[in-house]
Nanobody, 126 residues
Framework: QVQLVESGGGLVQAGGSLRLSCAAS????????MGWFRQAPGKERETVAG????????YYADSVKGRFTISRDNAKNTVWLQMNSLKPEDTAVYYC???????????????????WGQGTQVTVSS
C-alpha cells in the first residue's frame, strides 16, 4: 500500500514557476514508477511526466518538454515536478501516481497506475 500526498500548487502568473511535491508513505516507494498527471475542467486526465524507479529515466509529454522537470529521492520518499515558464494552458489539478514496476517504460495511461494522490490545483494567470 502506498499513500501519496501532493503539495505546492497555487496561483502564478504566466512565465512563472512552481515546484510540486509528492510525499509517499510505505517502505516500497523505491519499487514504483512515478508519474505526474493533470486534469483541466472538462478534459481528460493527461500524462505530464514520469520517472523510473531509480530515477535514471525520465519521460515528458510533448507539451511540457523543456519546461518541466521530474525528479525523485527514494531516501525521502518524495517525487517533485519543477514547472518553469508556466502558461495559462498549464492550469489544472495536478496528481501524482505510483505504479509498481521496475521497467524503464513510460506509463502514459492513467489506467496503468496503482495509487493516486488527492491532487493539487495549479492556476496560471495570463
Amino acid at each position: 500500500q502506498v499513500q501519496l500526498v501532493e503539495s505546492g500548487g497555487g496561483l502564478v502568473q504566466a512565465g512563472g514557476s512552481l515546484r510540486l511535491s509528492c510525499a509517499a508513505s510505505g517502505r516500497t516507494f523505491s519499487s514504483y514508477f512515478m508519474g505526474w498527471f493533470r486534469q483541466a475542467p472538462g478534459k481528460e486526465r493527461e500524462t505530464v511526466a514520469g520517472i523510473s524507479w531509480r530515477g535514471g529515466r525520465t519521460y515528458y509529454a510533448d507539451s511540457v518538454k523543456g519546461r518541466f522537470t521530474i525528479s525523485r529521492d527514494n531516501a525521502k520518499n518524495t517525487v517533485w515536478l519543477q514547472m518553469n515558464s508556466l502558461k495559462p494552458e498549464d492550469t489544472a489539478v495536478y496528481y501524482c501516481a505510483a505504479k509498481n514496476s521496475k521497467f524503464s517504460y513510460y506509463y502514459e495511461s492513467q489506467y496503468e497506475y496503482d495509487y493516486w494522490g488527492q491532487g493539487t490545483q495549479v492556476t496560471v494567470s495570463s
